[in-house]
């Protein structure tokens, strides 16, 4: 059974639109990223959070917003979608925060398609 | 500059080929750790390994933290072994992983 389920697995959005992006892990860890992977580029980080602390946000927009409700939740909403938002978007966890050496665990991933 | 360079960009390998994947990094990494990507694109980790050698099943990883640089060895291989190969490193505190853009290993069938 994957131990970190991402929701839905496949979005199609149009141009404008809202979308939230779920990441919940039952794996017991303190820390979850978001990763987002365009075609023919590097995984990129995007977010981290650690106790449901912001740690880190390497996302130059604001129109994507991370939403911690619970500890082994990390949701992704994104406003006003563009094309280029296009990608397959990952959430990961690991059992302390980022920079401690921890094993890095992904799930399998939303594929975004933006019209 | 990239921090973390892969090479060979791609590889063909051919069923019983050993391989070696190499990973530079620019910046001192506090930790070092290899993921397989499938065709299919899950990510799944394969090793942690900031210093040393480590093992399992066939692969074998060597890091040289001072000279920033990792291998990843790949013994006898099988068609299954194909997949994109993605070499990421940590920098320090709060720092989350950052990627290499991947060696894709690529069946040679006859």
């Known amino acids: 059974d994957p131990k970190i389920i991402q929701k839905p697995k496949y979005l199609v959005a149009v141009t404008g639109s809202e979308k939230i992006l779920i990441c919940e892990q039952y794996?017991?860890?303190?820390?979850m990223y978001w990763y987002r992977q365009s075609a023919k580029k590097p995984l990129e980080f995007m977010f981290s959070?650690?106790?449901?602390?912001?740690?880190d946000n390497q996302t130059a927009s604001s129109r994507f917003q991370p939403q911690s409700s619970k500890k082994n939740h990390l949701d992704l909403q994104i406003t006003a979608l563009k094309p280029d938002d296009s990608a397959t978007y990952f959430c990961?966890?690991?059992?302390?925060?980022?920079?401690?050496?921890?094993?890095?665990?992904f799930g399998a991933g939303t594929r975004l398609s933006v019209l | 500059g990239q921090q973390v360079q892969q090479s060979p960009a791609s590889l063909v390998l051919q069923e019983g080929e050993n391989a070696e994947l190499q990973c530079n990094f620019s910046?001192?990494?506090?930790?070092l750790q290899w993921f397989y990507q499938s065709p299919g694109g899950s990510l799944v980790s394969l090793l942690s390994?900031?210093?040393g050698t480590k093992h399992t099943g066939r692969l074998t990883s060597t890091t040289v933290t001072k000279e920033r640089r990792s291998s990843l060895h790949i013994s006898s291989s099988q068609t299954t072994d194909s997949g994109t190969y993605l070499c990421?490193?940590?920098?320090?505190?709060?720092?989350?992983?950052?990627f290499g853009s991947g060696t894709k290993v690529i069946p040679c069938l006859p």
């Open positions: 910046s001192t990494a506090t930790q």
């Open positions: 990421a490193i940590e920098t320090g505190f709060a720092s989350a992983l950052t």
């Open positions: 390994n900031p210093s």
């Open positions: 990961a966890s690991s059992q302390e925060g980022p920079g401690r050496g921890n094993t890095l665990y």
């Open positions: 959070y650690s106790y449901q602390k912001l740690m």
């Open positions: 794996l017991g860890h303190n820390a």
